[in-house]
């Protein structure tokens, strides 16, 4: 699977997907022992209900969104609360605020984590993925 899909989108080559998976491993393991719960993005098939905590993505494509994602998931009252709220227009709504908020520090905790554990990481500056962390490389 070489060529760009229906999308345009080229898939990233073998090597770094296996090098990317490799590095998924590595950090689950790492985020787990210091106490995190972490699940694979497509664990559960409904995220509607998923319990919260932190998601692990391996975006496969050759794009500026291709690598590893973490995203930090809310407990699924508070996402339905938060997705009624901006429905509504409500967005300055307590909840929403809040988990901008959570959000937000989440990330920058997370980058911290694994910066002392040795990864390079970043806060996403993405608009598709606002508060998600990329893990660009593992300990040396």
């Not at 999308?7 to 090098?19: T, V």
């Not at 988990?99 to 500056?125: K, W």
Request: aromatic share 4%.
């Amino acid at each position: 699977m070489n060529g760009e899909n229906e999308f345009g989108l080229r898939p990233l080559a073998p090597n770094e997907i296996d090098r990317l998976r490799q590095l998924a491993t590595a950090v689950k393991v790492g985020l787990s022992s210091s106490g995190l719960v972490v699940r694979d993005a497509c664990e559960e098939p409904d995220r509607q209900t998923a319990n919260g905590g932190l998601e692990i993505d391996l975006d496969q494509f050759d794009d500026e969104a291709g690598g590893l994602w973490l995203t930090w998931q809310l407990h699924p009252a508070v996402r339905r609360a938060v997705r009624e709220a901006v429905r509504e227009g409500r967005t300055s709504d307590p909840v929403v605020r809040a988990s901008v908020a959570v959000h937000e520090r989440t990330a920058e905790a997370i980058v911290c984590m694994l910066r002392a554990l040795g990864y390079e990481a970043e806060q996403s500056d993405d608009s598709h993925r606002p508060f998600a962390v990329r893990v660009l490389a593992g300990p040396c």
